[in-house]
RNA sequence: GGCGUGGUAGCUCAGCUGGUUAGAGCGCAUGAUUCAUAAUCAUGAGGUCGGCGGUUCAAGCCCGCCUCACGCUACCA
């Protein structure tokens, strides 16, 4: 057994909010745990922090006419916040922009540098603004996408047509600066030598194998996160550049380095460390015990965008640092989806964490109630879906039925039969609750293996077996033969006991619940360690509530949705469900994307556009979009290439009209040289159409 | 095309290193019950475990081929 353990969850980009899908992935299931550690009097520690550094969030400040420390100081306030009003209980929310973690990123860079052997310098050519005179990160490059057209694509990626790109293949580059055209210029950057680290890293991940020793039982880890660092490793590692031309992060610790900072990705995984420093001067504590200390488990919980760099990248680093232990287990989850299609902030799919707060403000058990829906469709193994259908039922159904109501008969039962207090029973703990006692048992094994949904469906389990065992014995049916038959004081005696260890049970899962069970029953606060004692107690015949111990008065702990008397929380969710049916309404009506900027007919004259027919097509070997098309053009015949295998089958094509641009600069694709190019059109949907004249019109005829 | 992950009851999903009649929750049907938030409890119906072929005494689980979904990747003139 560990003797403490440090868990990380991702670091959230401060230049937005996070909804559900975050929440799901990489917080809850870490609240979850690290609340459950704490329950079993366990030394954990669990960082997280903001991510604040990146070409990203200057872009987004340049946007908004603001600065950068002022988007991130709002993004952080704001998710520090959401985070803790959901009961999210990190030991210490950290940012990177921090004195500390700048030092720390620092220290750990100029470490690799000066030990040798994990760097390497590189010159190549990069934008560089001459106005400004600085270097242009991608994204601070716009221009025409070479592949859409799209005349303000940027120089990462194009946001028309979603293509990866790089600022060279920019038709028309210009600098968001000046907004000139660059001049690429050399520059100097260092790179961390990933390749270099492949053969352990592959024993590592496949066997659980470090130095020679075995340092993690790889069958714990999920299949998918196994299976992806393996793909990786197998295409190969790449030197990763880890400094950028930037004015904002963290500067990169060398004279020669003048204007150049940390690479995002290189400081961001350090902002764990830093959190702990961080947390450690606050608290006396000392931080080094947590990260290099062989009795240390380290976890990181994140989504599955993260595992590469969590199973390979961040571990590379901390090896070629050398006193850093190595993560224990990276239980990445996959994505949440909602309403069955992805969360999209600009399409206004989903809900954001705070805007969840603030829309369910006048729902009572508002964190919890989503919690539980989180958790119950938590994307483990694969991806998941959030329904608000889903979301009443697993509230109604499962907190309000089955928990809220056992707990609520219990205190109902007792206060009527026994005045407000425990009974005096004759009953044994060990025996009667021993189904109980493994059950619970059953749940903590599935923490321990990160299985957080069943072992919320297993915490149901325990209050379903309350629930059956008041209704063997209904000690309503005795009470009405014989008022003092003592099955009934034991049958409350040992459904009290339930409560009680329901109460501690289920605080990782629903935490603001269970001081409302704990107060219902006369039980003060959780105690740290207080579930590993109740189990301890109850594996040897030990009550958890003693008779005679105060019963409070009865409280519904859940109020349903689905109520005949009170459609107020109905409503609230209703509310939710228009939103999205807006939403796909407002997308059936659509504008169209802006015009393109205006052109000359002179501009347009150059195209020659010709009528003609496909006279054979077939699929282009070990390309999925591409068809090798022979086009009818009157006088000759074309060979064409076209990305349009997805939407028609060779076999259907022959005969088919269509408009070609007769006069496209050759092009070799796959090793077929295209002359020239297709005419479609595509709708909303991705559907396809050739643009054409009729059947049999004509073939080489211009079109203008 | 390559790689990874998945395709199990109407719906959402469990099924560890292959081993007796394949499980859970919801939904559905029938019955019991009334302490409780029209809650609870019991019983039942419902599956060619994506398809085909193979290995094995034995396959949902292993192998091959095919197919569909998601992700990464190549291609999209």
Not at 122 to 150: M, N, S
Not at 172 to 198: A, I, Q
Not at 528 to 550: C, I, K, M, T, Y
Request: glycine fraction near 8%.
């Amino acid at each position: 057994m560990s003797k403490r353990y440090l868990i990380t969850s991702a670091l959230p980009y401060a230049n937005g909010a996070l909804h559900l899908g975050h929440l799901a992935g990489a917080y809850l299931p870490a609240d979850i745990y690290v609340r459950y550690l704490r329950l079993l009097g366990k030394d954990v520690v669990w960082v997280c922090g903001s991510d604040e550094h990146g070409a990203a969030i200057t872009i987004r400040a340049k946007k908004e006419g603001v600065t950068p420390q002022q988007i991130i100081d709002k993004y952080h306030e704001l998710n520090k916040s959401t985070f803790d009003r959901l009961g999210i209980s990190f030991d210490y929310y950290h940012r990177t922009s921090a004195p500390l973690h700048h030092e720390t990123s620092q220290d750990f860079f100029l470490k690799l540098y000066h030990q040798g052997g994990e760097f390497e310098e590189r010159e190549i050519e990069q934008y560089y603004d001459q106005d400004f005179d600085q270097f242009l990160a991608d994204r601070y490059i716009v221009g025409t996408c070479p592949k859409c057209g799209h005349g303000e694509a940027y120089g990462d990626q194009c946001e028309n047509c979603g293509s990866d790109l790089s600022p060279i293949e920019l038709i028309n580059p210009r600098s968001t600066l000046s907004g000139k055209l660059p001049v690429l210029k050399k520059t100097k950057h260092w790179y961390f030598k990933l390749d270099k680290h492949e053969g352990w890293l592959r024993q590592w991940i496949d066997e659980g194998i470090l130095d020679g020793a075995q340092h993690h039982d790889p069958k714990a880890w999920k299949r998918h996160v196994v299976g992806q660092c393996l793909s990786w490793l197998d295409g190969g590692l790449q030197p990763r550049a880890i400094t950028r031309d930037l004015p904002w992060g963290i500067p990169v610790p060398l004279p020669e380095a003048k204007g150049k900072v940390l690479y995002v990705w290189f400081d961001a995984p350090i902002g764990y460390i830093s959190s702990t420093r961080q947390w450690a001067r606050e608290n006396g504590q000392d931080w080094e015990l947590y990260w290099k200390d062989k009795d240390t488990t380290l976890i990181h919980f994140i989504g599955k965008d993260n595992i590469v760099f969590h199973c390979i990248v961040f571990p590379a680093m901390l090896k070629a640092h050398g006193e850093f232990n190595l993560p224990i287990n990276v239980p990445a989850n996959q994505f949440l989806n909602f309403e069955g299609q992805k969360f999209s902030k600009s399409r206004g799919w989903g809900i954001e964490q705070h805007e969840y707060l603030e829309e369910f403000k006048d729902f009572p058990n508002k964190e919890d109630a989503l919690r539980y829906a989180l958790i119950r469709n938590m994307p483990e193994n694969k991806d998941a879906d959030f329904k608000w259908d889903e979301f009443i039922d697993f509230h109604d159904k499962e907190l309000a039925d089955n928990l809220g109501n056992f707990v609520n008969r219990v205190v109902v039962l007792s206060n009527k039969y026994f005045d407000g207090k425990a009974p005096q029973a004759n009953v044994s703990v060990k025996e009667g609750l021993a189904e109980v006692l493994t059950l619970a048992r059953r749940l903590t094994a599935e923490l321990d293996g990160f299985s957080f949904r069943s072992a919320v469906l297993t915490l149901m389990e325990i209050s379903s077996w309350g629930n059956t065992h008041l209704q063997d014995v209904s000690p309503w049916k005795l009470y009405k033969d014989n008022p003092d038959d003592p099955a009934i004081k034991d049958c409350l005696f040992l459904s009290l006991q339930i409560v009680a260890l329901l109460s501690l049970l289920c605080e990782p899962f629903i935490p603001f619940t269970a001081p409302k069970v704990r107060r219902l029953i006369g039980l003060p606060d959780i105690q740290r360690g207080e579930l590993q004692e109740a189990l301890d107690n109850l594996a040897s015949g030990v009550e958890l509530l003693p008779a005679g111990h105060p019963i409070g008065a009865p409280e519904l702990l859940f109020a349903k949705i689905i109520d005949r008397k009170d459609d107020s929380r109905l409503m609230i969710v209703n509310r939710q469900r228009e939103k999205l049916q807006q939403v796909l309404t407002a997308e059936q009506t659509k504008e169209r994307p802006p015009a393109k900027p205006e052109i000359q007919y002179e501009d347009f004259s150059k195209l020659d556009l010709r009528t003609g027919t496909i006279l054979a097509a077939e699929k282009v070997p070990k390309a999925d979009k591409l068809l090798k098309l022979t086009v009818e053009l009157g006088s000759e015949q074309r060979t064409i290439v076209s990305g349009i295998a997805q939407h028609f089958k060779p076999e259907e094509l022959p005969g088919q009209p269509v408009v070609i641009v007769a006069n496209l600069a050759p092009r070799t694709l796959k090793g077929i040289e295209s002359q020239g190019m297709i005419l479609t059109a595509e709708n909303e949907k991705g559907e396809l159409v050739f643009v054409n004249a009729p059947k049999g019109w004509g073939d080489g005829f211009g079109v203008k």
